[in-house]
């Protein structure tokens, strides 16, 4: 498969951007769970161990909980923000 994308038929153009969308979101949710851990570790676990006490695990549960909540909404508003610029366009 040639790179040149004038000589791609419409079925061969369509496969490279589903598999450039698929690899972007597994790389925004690889990103995602790397930054929630980060900032759950360093909310919630104050001396580091061998393991967790039960409130570590429920201020990382609850700390995950509030992140994804967020990460939702604001991937919510924006998708409403891209329609509404493609609709004026």
């Not at 161990?49 to 924006?78: E, F, H, P």
């Amino acid at each position: 498969m040639s790179l040149d994308t004038p000589k791609l038929d419409t079925n061969q153009r369509q496969q490279i951007m589903n598999s450039v969308q698929q690899q972007m979101a597994i790389q925004n949710a690889q990103e995602i769970l790397q930054k929630l851990s980060d900032k759950c570790f360093k909310a919630c676990i104050q001396k580091p161990g061998s393991t967790l006490s039960s409130s570590d695990q429920k201020c990382i549960s609850q700390c995950s909980d509030r992140y994804m909540d967020a990460w939702n909404i604001v991937s919510r508003a924006y998708g409403e923000r891209i329609k509404r610029e493609q609709l004026r366009h």
